[in-house]
């Protein structure tokens, strides 16, 4: 048989961040005490209740059998009405609302429903992965566009609807950006929906820190704009609203022909998330104190933002302060910029006892920048600061001994 790689693997970059994980394994390997921002894992725990309601159901026989790879009803209709709700936004859960085992699936199954070989999307950059290698695996062709909202913004899709060929059949857009934190207010999106509407277009947008913001100004959602469910489907997650990241529990809504493509390709697929899960996700939506429970979790991740700013700051290292999400997209300290994130973030595990995530893994543009995960309680975040102004005041015997590490790289 050939030994040639497979046509879609062929399609994928070395995993860059496969480099650091292996890094960071060797050094707890060898005893070292490793604080680490690098994945975005929340480490709170899942609400007593949640979990109350998923063990009283798993009890049942009749719960043990295939689901739904739609979503069992009474979740799609919890979903409906968390965004009628949160958002004032009507969904029919029948046509308008497919559950999806967190929105990494629903993106990978959307762009295997809606790409043929050789189509374009336009992809920030940087952004999280699976928003352009969804894509690549199934044949699309990805065009880079800015993360920044402003006038290059719409510049750049107004370029990449004149020069590509095909037309671009999608865009990605990711507010509360991963890994950048960037937020947007519902003007943009209004001016996204019209050009979107304008060149038949359709808009993916991934919403998954829609809870997780800070100084008291939610992120709106590009559905309230009038006329978006003509183009759009939005991707929310479970996961860090509700620290149910393992749980694997998300959602698409919108616009009902590119929910049906996906609905279609799931059936396919999978048979959704076992049913205790559903219906534990469903209390969790529906549950009268979700609000409070929520602020508990976005207070949390505000109080260690701001425990890193001040702490990270005092080390020597000036970190922006995310208005959302759980990250802060950093970058890099300009002793360090000639060596690149991957090599930095090498250094910080092997000199620091620090894990971050290298700009680099998100796309090109991100390379001057690490991502840094509000994972880690206050505690641990100093004692990081600590490490890192140990390592600071050392640079420049550091940075003459990683000299033949950047001539390799």
């Known amino acids: 048989m050939s030994n040639t790689e497979f046509y879609k693997i062929k399609r994928l970059p070395p995993y ?21 921002l690098g994945m975005g894992n929340p480490d709170l725990p ?17 719960t043990h059998g295939y689901s ?5 009803p009474g979740l799609r209709r919890a979903q409906a009405a968390y965004y009628a709700r949160r958002f004032n936004v009507k969904l029919n859960p029948d046509t308008q609302v497919v559950a999806t085992l967190g929105s990494k699936e629903g993106f990978a199954n959307m762009a295997q429903a809606i790409t043929s070989p050789g189509d374009v999307v336009l992809c920030p950059n940087p952004s999280y992965p699976i928003h352009a290698f969804g894509f690549l695996m199934v044949g699309g ?27 671009p059949i999608a865009m990605i857009l990711c507010y509360p950006s991963n890994p950048t934190a960037e937020v947007v207010e519902l003007d943009f999106y209004k001016d996204v929906v019209a050009f979107a ?18 100084d008291g ?9 009038p006329g978006a469910m003509d183009v759009c489907v939005e991707f929310t997650s479970m996961s860090k609203t509700f620290s149910m990241a393992g749980w694997r529990m998300g959602f698409a809504v919108g616009n009902e022909r590119l929910i049906a493509a996906l609905a279609r390709v799931k059936s396919y697929l999978d048979y959704g998330a ?19 429970h929520i602020d508990e979790v976005r207070q949390t991740y505000q109080r260690r933002r701001d425990v890193m700013v001040e702490s990270f700051g005092r080390a020597g290292w000036e970190i922006p302060a ?88």
């Open 217 to 225: 100004v939610p992120p709106p959602s590009i559905l309230e704009v």
């Open 197 to 214: 509407r304008k060149h038949e277009i359709y808009v993916l947008s991934d919403l998954a820190y829609s809870e997780i913001y800070f």
């Open 16 to 36: 860059v961040f496969e480099q650091v994980n292996r890094l960071k394994a060797a050094a707890r390997a060898n005893g070292a005490d490793i604080v680490d």
């Open 322 to 409: 995310p208005r959302a999400s759980m990250f802060a997209w950093a970058p890099l300290p300009e002793k360090f910029r000639s060596l690149g994130s991957l090599e930095f973030s090498k250094l910080l595990i092997e000199k620091a006892d620090v894990a971050v995530a290298p700009g680099i893994g998100f796309g090109e543009h991100g390379d001057g920048f690490v991502r840094l995960a509000l994972v880690e309680n206050e505690q641990r975040i100093r004692q990081a600061a600590r490490n890192l102004r140990r390592f600071f005041d050392s640079a420049d015997e550091t940075m003459h001994n990683v000299i033949p590490i950047t001539a390799r790289g």
């Open 274 to 292: 076992f049913t205790p899960i559903q219906v534990a996700a469903a209390a969790a939506l529906n549950d009268p104190d979700a609000d409070k």
């Open 68 to 72: 739904s790879s739609r979503g069992i």
């Open 141 to 167: 062709v990805i065009r880079s566009i800015p993360v920044t909202p402003g006038p290059e913004f719409f510049h750049a899709l107004e370029r990449a609807v004149v020069h590509s060929i095909p037309k």
């Open 46 to 62: 899942t609400n007593k209740f949640i979990v109350d309601k998923l063990v009283e159901t798993v009890q049942r026989p009749d």
